[in-house]
């Protein structure tokens, strides 16, 4: 199983390397239903930090009428990532990028729609910066920027648990934490893009759907 990630294993009593069910699971259906309404019907699909590919995997066998372009910034990601998809044998998958979402130009255009799902409080604040910076370069007119994860809003945590989460996030990094979702939106705006929707999912995390202002 050539795409597992570390910090989807775990050792089993017999010390063989067995696969936790990742959160990345878990929460792929309740992103899916989000994602079949605000992704364009055609096009191509922009993942920042796609991490183990998962996702992007199950998407695009779900949502094969757009293709999907997966990245991240760690190359061993990016190696799982492609071994994900050839497994799949799905066409509609492109190679993965190495992509630094703070970088000043991702190299890439084309680009009809940005999805980030869980990135955003496990890196430090440039990094969602960037996301915005460059989807905001990338998307035109009416097209999504989607994020997903655990926010706070109006400066208050959802749920103790998040709360708890956030602590233990920075205990790990100071530069992490659970991102406060006023703070996004302000920057979002500044980028060209206004708030359109906002999705209560499971575990206290949101599906947030911003989209680029201007003429369509
Ligand atoms: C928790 S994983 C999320 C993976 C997947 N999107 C999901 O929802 O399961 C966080 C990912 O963010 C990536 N990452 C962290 N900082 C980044 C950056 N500046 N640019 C792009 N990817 C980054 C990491 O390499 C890692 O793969």
Redesign the pocket.
Known sequence: MRWLLPWTMASTSTNRPSRLAS??ERNRGPILSVLERVLPKQGTVLE????AG??VVWFAERLPQLTWQPS???AD?RANIAGRSADSGLANILPPRE????AQDWGIDGVQAVLC???IH??PWP?TQ?LIAGAGRLLAARQPLFIYGPFSRGGKHSAPSNEAFDESLRARNPDWGVRDLDEITALAEASGFALDEIVEMPANNLSVVFRMTGEG
């Open positions: 959160a990345a920042i930090a796609s991490g998962q996702h991240d910034l760690d990601c992509i630094d979402a703070r799902s869980n990135m496990i890196a990094a960037g």
